[in-house]
């Protein structure tokens, strides 16, 4: 009996193994894909042996700079991507190579979540900076700056990065609430329990970068 139980125990197992593959779903990066730009500029490259999609900002003076990813509805679920960012020569000195990924991005683009990386602060000798390395914000109404000062250290966390460097991020999103896990860490390193735009926003997906950054996007799987 307690073999019979141990057989069916990992049948089910390995049901509920294939059942999460079939759901997960790789994204194709590259210009075969329906992409939108938005204040940047891309094209497919080999980068530290990924191909790889870079995107970087095309200097204007707009907050929004993303590429959208027509091809992904998405609510609740998970995003799981390879990324590193990196200043531009041109950048400025507050420049700290911003990377992230936008998510539940409306139709005409005015509203979306977003998670993003500071990469040079993440090894920064200014603890305050590596407080800083990861960071929650909700475009238009809550950028970074207003965040910080009505609710100081709770939108934003320390990870170890390193600019130019590919790093394994994972969002996870069920409603009004999402995490951040970095380098295949089994605890997220950002928890936000309360995503400005509600829990019925939906939308679709974006590679986002900040000012004076350059990019590559590699590796997106995205499971319902």
Not at 15 to 24: D, E, G, P, R, S
Not at 110 to 129: F, H, M, W
Not at 141 to 150: A, I, N, Q, S, V
Request: hydrophobic share 40%.
């Amino acid at each position: 009996m307690k073999i019979r139980t141990l057989i069916l125990l990992q049948v089910f197992f390995l049901l509920f193994v294939n059942l999460v593959q079939a759901q997960k779903k790789m994204i194709p990066l590259n210009s075969g894909a329906d992409l939108v730009p938005l204040n940047v500029k891309y094209s497919e490259k080999e980068y530290l042996g990924k191909k790889s999609m870079e995107v970087f900002d095309a200097g204007s003076d707009a907050d929004l700079k993303l590429l959208k990813i027509v091809n992904t509805p998405f609510k609740n679920g998970t995003i799981e991507i390879n990324l590193a960012g990196s200043t531009m020569a041109s950048a400025s000195e507050t420049a700290r190579g911003f990377v992230g990924i936008a998510f539940r991005i409306n139709d005409d683009n005015s509203k979306y979540e977003c998670i993003y990386l500071r990469p040079t602060n993440g090894r920064a000798n200014d603890q305050v900076r590596r407080n800083h390395s990861v960071q929650y914000i909700s475009y238009p109404d809550y950028p970074w700056e207003r965040l910080r000062k009505e609710f100081p250290e709770k939108y934003e966390s320390y990870v170890d990065l390193e600019p130019g460097v590919w790093t394994k991020v994972k969002i996870v999103v069920e409603g009004d609430k999402t995490k951040l896990y970095v380098h295949d860490s089994a605890q997220p390193c950002l928890i936000v329990n309360d995503l400005k735009m509600g829990p019925d926003a939906e939308g679709k997906i974006g590679l986002w970068v900040g000012p004076g950054t350059i990019a590559h996007f590699a590796d997106l799987y995205v499971t319902p």
